[in-house]
């Protein structure tokens, strides 16, 4: 397969504040982060809040430039602050937010949230718009009637569906994933990640996945991606660092995901039903 996206000692500057009767300094949040991601493929980031995940994925979705580093689409290099970012590359890449609730607009019904990209970015006319935005909420599990509907009538999961389906009606070719379930019931967790893979496979999609979730990453990446601290601290295969992580940080989060052992879990509701018998 050929690569699509591409990272290459990227770093990202931001100038703070340094208190009263200080000067501003500056705070390198990214440190030279390389990788390579081939198409449909799945790259999960994972590492603490304020590693850095929520910054690299700005600048993957062409919303802050990198200050120094290549950021790599299709063979091109692309800089935003020395180039405005046309229609036809902003349609490569688009992303999906962690809160449903937040990142769908209440006073649009799903109809303007979904076609709106395509007035912004395309001359397709109404009608077809409308038949895109229709045929996209079939292919996210829902209805063609609730094009009508307003973003408050759905459940959290319903509303993630609308957000998948917004991401990916100008055809994207990279999806950035920023916790897309972290928000959602386990169960809905489960239905979402699914439709995901389905997309993917029927798309040829190539994610980015941002999460803390290492259960969920197990389940859904390729290749895993840990940062700490603004830095790539180990980056190979899901297998290979699920099964023989290198460094430190890695075995410590690791360590601290919780782990469902299905046998203990029977004995322990074993014990109850006899303690209860007993009684």
């Known amino acids: 397969m050929s690569v699509i996206l591409e990272g290459r000692d990227i770093t990202r500057d931001y100038i703070v504040s340094g208190g009263f009767m200080r000067g501003a300094k ?15 493929k799945t790259l999960a980031i994972v590492g603490e809040s304020g590693c850095g995940k929520s910054t690299l994925a700005r600048i993957l979705t062409l919303i802050d430039p990198a200050n120094s580093g290549d950021l790599i689409i299709e063979g091109e290099k692309i800089d ?5 970012v046309t229609s036809d590359l902003r349609a490569k890449v688009q992303i999906v937010f962690q809160n449903p609730y937040s ?16 007035i912004i970015n395309t001359d397709v006319p ?16 829902l209805e063609r009637q609730h094009y009508n509907r307003y973003p408050h009538m759905f459940s959290g999961g319903q509303r993630q569906r609308i957000a998948i389906a917004r991401a990916l009606m100008l055809n994207p070719q990279i999806l950035v994933l920023d916790e897309p379930v ?18 993917q496979d029927e798309f040829n999609l190539t ?3 941002i999460s803390h979730d290492l259960s969920v990453v197990r389940y ?3 290749e895993v991606m840990v940062m700490n601290s603004g830095e790539v601290v180990e980056y190979a295969s899901r297998d290979e660092i699920f099964t023989n992580p290198q460094h430190d940080y890695t075995k410590t989060l690791l360590a601290a995901t919780p782990v469902a052992d299905v046998d203990k879990i029977r004995e322990r509701v074993a014990r109850r039903k006899a303690l209860f018998e007993g009684a």
């Open 26 to 40: 500056t705070v390198r949040a990214l440190h030279g982060i390389s990788f390579s991601l081939e198409q449909g």
């Open 126 to 141: 109404a009608a077809e718009r409308r038949k895109r935005a229709e045929e996209m909420l079939v292919k996210v599990g």
């Open 80 to 84: 935003i602050a020395t180039r405005k």
């Open 103 to 118: 990142s769908l607009n209440p006073r649009q019904k799903v109809g303007e949230v979904l076609t709106e990209p395509l």
């Open 220 to 222: 859904f990446a390729d």
């Open 207 to 209: 994610y980015v996945f």
């Open 182 to 199: 972290s928000a959602l019931d386990l169960s809905v967790q489960a239905q979402v990640l699914n439709l995901l893979k389905d997309l």
